[in-house]
DNA sequence: CGTTAAACGGATACTTCATCCGCTTCACGA
DNA sequence: TCGTGAAGCGGATGAAGTATCCGTTTAACG
């Protein structure tokens, strides 16, 4: 990433800034512009689709997953791990609408985007290979299968209220068991 | 209904045609109408919105989901009975893509797709409330709950392959279990 | 400061949506 | 069979939103 002139940087955190507070499925860039104080031109400049500019949103979520996935690895009990890992990616896919697309996405525009989920999957399959050497996992069940069941638990909270997220968790966590 | 005209019959059922094979997420009225050979003015009359024209596709469906609700509550065992339920609903969302969008829209425009609905939750009403009782199912989790997971298996086996839908299955069915 | 490349803005051409109304077709009684 | 009016039809059209392009402005640096 080649260092950004000072009012492309500025341009580029007041895009952000709005496009936060916006529905991520539904990412208007006239409207983002607007608010922003930007032309459209700038907008489009900074990110030419809007997968672009959800990815560069995802950013700092992946981060967090990052760190936090980690810290699910690090824990000794097996099936303790399994947990901190599905409900925290969860967690995190419901604060950040957009997560869920660029997790499924195969190809990654940003570069750190796609090293960040590579180190997340690469966790996670440690993690569910030592759940299922311990037997306290349906040994049938891939990552990306899990994956593609916590974001239907994503979607299933999204129906509802965000307080059925404890509820449907324990659902998934003894729908996963052996 | 008032009986339709000959002409507006055959319009209709045009435009249910085209409107069957295309993106139920993403009914563009323009292209149906050109597809179906009849006028876009035409299309909006018999179908103000895309959410009366997805109704009018979930219709059929929903008229063989009564059926096999029906069916599901007739089953003796408790516990099968709420499979038996759960599984088709997971079945025929999947086969109509509209099927959730209906489901869980508050206000039906058609007022059949409102009776079948209805009957439809009365029946899992009846069915779930078994299964508590015999202590086969979580207590704690509401019809409305149950049909927001449906609809996450649902997503999640749209993410993948049609043929995750047994296992995923599985997995909510012992997830659910008290 | 002067220069230049980068960044900016927004007019504009393009795409898609949904309505409206003059014309056509059907149903029915004579 | 034909006349009549109500029902239905079609697509031109204005509104709304998208993405590009290029003349103008601004930052960076010697």
New binding site residues.
């Given amino acids: 990433m080649a260092a950004?002139?000072?009012?492309?940087a500025?341009?580029r955190e007041r895009i952000l800034d709005v496009a936060r507070r916006e529905d991520p499925s539904d990412l208007?860039?006239?409207?983002i512009a607007r608010e922003a104080?930007?032309?459209?031109?700038?907008v489009?400049?900074?990110f030419?689709t809007?997968h672009a500019l959800t990815e560069a949103l995802a950013a700092e979520t992946l981060s967090a997953m990052v760190t936090i996935s980690r810290d699910a690895a690090a824990e000794s009990d097996d099936a303790t791990a399994l947990r901190a890992f599905v409900g925290a990616a969860l967690q995190l896919q419901l604060e950040n609408g957009g997560l869920q697309a660029v997790l499924l996405s195969p190809d990654d525009e940003d570069s750190s985007v796609r090293e960040m989920k590579r180190e997340i999957f690469a966790t996670f399959t440690t993690v569910l290979d030592r759940a299922r050497r311990s037997g306290v996992v349906r040994p049938d069940l891939s990552v990306e299968q899990i994956e593609h069941l916590i974001c239907g638990m994503e979607h299933a909270v999204r129906l509802g209220s965000p307080e059925h997220r404890g509820t449907f968790l324990d659902v998934l966590m003894a729908g996963l068991r052996a």
Avoid: E, K, Q
Wanted: proline fraction near 5%; hydrophobic fraction near 25%; avoid cysteine.
């Fill in positions: 950004l002139r000072s009012d492309a500025r341009s208007r860039f006239n409207h104080g930007v032309g459209v031109g700038t489009y400049r900074h030419p809007a």
